[in-house]
């Protein structure tokens, strides 16, 4: 199993990008795949979550501005961020779990982490 984040870069504050998770090694209906985000000195958070049934959920403070979706041919999940904030700066990475969906905000449940796409918002 092998995920890859791309797509990210500077913008500025009201600004979007596309974020892109590409997949490799595994079937995509076995697993569900998440978004975090971390910065330095800090852990990592939930952001979102693409399940492996088709079902999304995403972190309070991004509802409304950022959605996830899937395109199973491309064996890849996508993170539209809109109305980027400064405070979304971060770098973001992706990876995936098997985990029952009350508990896809956790990352030690997760594994397989891919390489980050750094993200910075400016003012």
């Known amino acids: 199993v092998q995920l890859q984040a791309s797509g990210g870069g500077l913008v500025q504050a009201g600004g979007s990008l596309r974020l892109s998770c590409a997949a490799s090694g595994f079937d995509f209906d076995d697993y569900s795949i998440g978004w975090f985000h971390q910065t330095p000195g800090n852990e990592r958070e939930f952001v979102g979550c693409f399940s492996w049934d088709g079902k999304t959920k995403l972190a309070d403070p991004v509802k409304g501005r950022f959605t996830i979706s899937r395109d199973i041919a491309k064996n890849t999940v996508f993170l539209q961020m809109n109305s980027l904030k400064l405070e979304d700066t971060a770098v973001y990475s992706c990876?995936?779990?098997?985990?029952?969906?009350?508990?896809?905000?956790?990352?030690?449940?997760?594994?397989?982490w891919g390489q980050g796409a750094l993200v910075t918002v400016s003012s």
């Open positions: 990876a995936v779990t098997r985990v029952i969906w009350g508990r896809v905000t956790e990352d030690d449940f997760y594994r397989n």
